[in-house]
């Protein structure tokens, strides 16, 4: 069964550091890009970050770049997202996502939560 | 930076058509996609490269993107379609994600 499991996530005070993990299963993982989506509460769907099979093209949204670092180690099946200088509007479920092969998202993970909150 | 443009709701009636738009700059030069997402529940590709089906997604769901506008059409509208639809593209290496349609059958 293809798989992405987020983790990672909790309750973190502004300015603090977190990572997140996301366990890939079901394909082969060093063949696809990757990516992160974040929801804010009650909100719509925003691109975070986006990492190339090899890791040799990464983006940021103008949001988090400089702030957060995308990474992934393909002899683990895993994806990350480093996250520092949190800041409140930082608070949303964070999805790992599938990339197709250069257009949609066809798998998700359930997500994994982070409020940003003092 | 890129914008996606979307209603922000949409009603249709039970075996009716619902049509779903979204808009931007030049959007047809670029491939659209469509996600469905249910209260509590992760994103669905529904419509990738425009107008193609994943599989298991109904033939009811179909695609179209010319000029400025991409259209996401349901045909037949049932009660499991209601949901949140959002449409997507990318903008050189960035990812856009428009603000998402609520679609209420009724």
């Known amino acids: 069964e293809v798989q992405l499991v987020e983790s990672g996530g909790g309750l973190v005070q502004p300015g603090r550091s977190l990572r997140l993990s996301c366990a890939a299963s079901?394909?082969?993982?060093?063949?696809?890009?990757m990516h992160w989506v974040r929801q804010a509460p009650g909100k719509g769907l925003e691109w975070v970050s986006g990492i190339s099979w090899n890791s040799g093209s990464i983006g940021y949204a103008d949001s988090v770049k400089g702030r957060f670092t995308i990474s992934r180690d393909n002899a683990k099946n895993s994806l990350y997202l480093q996250m520092n200088s949190l800041r409140a509007e930082d608070t949303a479920l964070y999805y790992c996502?599938?990339?197709?092969?250069?257009?949609?998202?066809?798998?998700w993970g359930q997500g994994t939560m982070v409020t940003v909150s003092s | 930076s890129y914008e996606l443009t979307q209603p922000p709701s949409v009603s249709v009636s039970p075996g009716q058509t619902a049509s779903i738009t979204c808009s931007g700059d030049k959007l047809g030069d670029k491939y659209a996609c469509w996600y469905q997402q249910k209260p509590g529940q992760s994103p669905v590709l529904v419509i990738y490269?425009?107008?193609k089906r994943p599989s298991g997604i109904p033939e009811r769901f179909s695609g179209s993107n010319s000029g400025n506008t991409a259209t996401l059409t349901i045909s037949g509208t049932q009660a499991m379609d209601e949901a949140d639809y959002y449409c997507?593209?990318?903008?050189?290496?960035?990812?856009?994600f428009g603000g998402g349609t609520k679609l209420t059958v009724l």
């Open positions: 996502a599938k990339e197709r092969r250069g257009d949609a998202f066809d798998i």
């Open positions: 079901g394909f082969t993982f060093d063949d696809y890009a």
């Open positions: 490269q425009d107008s």
């Open positions: 997507q593209a990318w903008d050189s290496i960035h990812v856009v």
